[in-house]
């Protein structure tokens, strides 16, 4: 946190990683091991090739002893991310991923890149994934400066993406409503541009309603 | 002068204890008068019971008043909000003044005449507009006849804004409000709609020495806005790329001098 910017609203992305490392994966561990009693609650028992759930974090951390191998999610095979991509690609709607997809993906080809099946297409295809989803927040965005507005919806938002546009909106949002409410001082005379016309009618609306 | 002075430099926190008073005052009153409607209607005091339309009316102004002195306060330390108001308007005098020849010393008389035309910051004319000592005229950019407007209507997004006046949006908001002014509002917002999507655009691209040229066009605001998306983008790949996940704290690296 010590090193973060003015924009203290923001996690940092190592922050980010590390709230991630709380999702629960399936691992097969390889040696035996009394369950572990943790405040997050009671992972185990561990018996060789006997899938067993535990944090993200943990996993890792048997992973880096050689002590298990990481079964990745669900939704990290290729055909699946196809799916997604395509999906993604089609529709204007956010497709539903993990909140942490971001972070898991790259803690797991970090750590885990032999216990994950055509690790180079499914790598490219979250890439691919994301740019998509990027490409859409910053045309989502434009949308602001079109009309009058006070908050966005963002549906199926991933963490990390939502992390990155929230000092950027959240201080263009801001500058809007300033300019609007001075927009809103009540209108005497009348304006030649039609444009602008338009715009206090929408404004004097939001008076009345205060 | 010297109160005056003291209730101004003390105006955050003044306010703030007394309007905490009497907004607790209200919601206890509303409270009561709630509570005793419910039991019937029975436990009125005198006074609440003379109209609950003032008292919702007087609580609603209240809130009105206590949100807008909140937004007030947060602005109190901000140093964007003091250099914006350091801009200079033009003033016309309205009384003759005494000891103020710094504005027009033209001869040792040290005071300017009714009717005078002086430069002089934002901050003053405001306390002078609102003691009807001067009348404020809008800067020549915000004028309704001036070139600038024409040229933000065309293509505001290479208006060199930033030259004209670094906070243009919050000096206008201010100007425009107190002056109320109405076509400064429009015209601020037309602009930033324009520049908005410029700066979004360019804010979230990957190469962050993109366009020196547009980024001096740009006003203090904008800026801000613009390094906010830049360096949350900048961070993210910064972090996906990797690079060493633990730090190094830099006395662990050192090697211990040689004793001599």
């Not at chain 1, 997050?40 to 002590?67: E, H, M, N, T, Y």
């Not at chain 1, 539903?96 to 750590?111: A, G, K, M, Q």
């Not at chain 2, 209730?7 to 955050?12: A, D, E, H, I």
């Not at chain 2, 001096?216 to 806005?225: A, G, N």
Request: proline share 4%; with cysteine; glycine share 4%.
């Amino acid at each position: 946190m010590a090193n973060q910017s003015d924009n203290s609203v923001a996690f940092s992305a190592a922050e980010l990683e590390f709230l991630a490392e709380d999702e629960m994966v399936e691992i097969v561990p390889n040696m035996r091991m009394e369950p572990l009693n943790l405040i997050s609650g009671d992972f185990g028992p561990f018996r060789p090739q006997i899938a067993a759930q535990v944090p993200l974090w943990l996993a890792v951390a048997l992973k880096k002893r050689g002590k298990c191998t990481i079964r990745p999610p669900e939704w990290m095979s290729v055909e699946k991310l196809t799916q997604v991509l395509e999906a993604e690609r089609d529709s204007e709607k956010f497709q539903l991923l993990p909140f942490h997809y971001v972070e898991i993906s790259r803690l797991l080809f970090d750590h885990a890149r032999e216990d994950i099946p055509d690790i180079y297409m499914v790598r490219s295809l979250i890439e691919d994934i994301k740019d998509v989803r990027f490409h859409k927040i910053g045309t989502g965005l434009e949308i602001i400066s079109k009309e009058v507005t006070y908050a966005l919806r963002l549906k199926n938002l991933s963490a990390m993406e939502a992390n990155i546009v929230r000092p950027f909106v959240t201080k263009a949002l801001q500058t809007f409503h300033k300019l609007n409410t001075t927009e809103a001082i009540p209108e005497s005379g009348s304006i030649p541009n039609r444009q602008r016309q338009a715009v206090n009618q929408r404004d004097k609306r939001v008076l009345k309603g205060r | 002068m010297g109160m005056n002075e003291i209730r101004v430099k003390l105006k955050g926190s003044l306010y703030k204890f007394h309007y905490f008073n009497i907004s607790a005052i209200f919601i206890s009153i509303f409270l009561k008068l709630y509570i005793s409607r419910k039991n019937g209607g029975l436990g009125f005091d005198l006074i609440l019971s003379s109209s609950t339309l003032s008292i919702w009316r007087v609580v609603a102004k209240i809130v009105v008043k206590f949100s807008f002195l909140a937004l007030k306060m947060t602005s109190y330390y901000d140093i964007d909000d003091i250099l914006a108001e350091e801009e200079m308007v033009p003033a016309v005098f309205l009384q003759t003044a005494n000891e103020v020849g710094i504005f027009d010393c033209a001869d040792d008389t040290n005071k300017v005449e009714a009717g005078t035309h002086v430069e002089m910051p934002f901050w003053l004319a405001q306390e002078l507009y609102v003691r009807q000592v001067v009348s404020i005229k809008v800067p020549p950019y915000f004028d309704t006849k001036a070139k600038t407007r024409n040229e933000i209507g065309a293509d505001a997004a290479h208006v060199d804004l930033r030259s004209l006046c670094p906070y243009f949006y919050d000096f206008g908001c201010k100007i425009a409000r107190l002056i109320g002014e109405k076509t400064i509002g429009p015209l601020l917002l037309v602009a930033f709609r324009t520049r908005y999507r410029e700066v979004l655009i360019k804010a979230h691209t990957a190469a962050s020495i993109v366009a020196p040229k547009h980024f001096s066009l740009l006003t203090k605001e904008e800026t801000k806005l613009y390094e906010a998306g830049q360096s949350s983008t900048a961070a993210f790949k910064k972090w996906r790329m990797g690079g060493p996940r633990l730090q190094k704290a830099s006395v662990l690296g050192r090697k211990r001098k040689p004793v001599e």
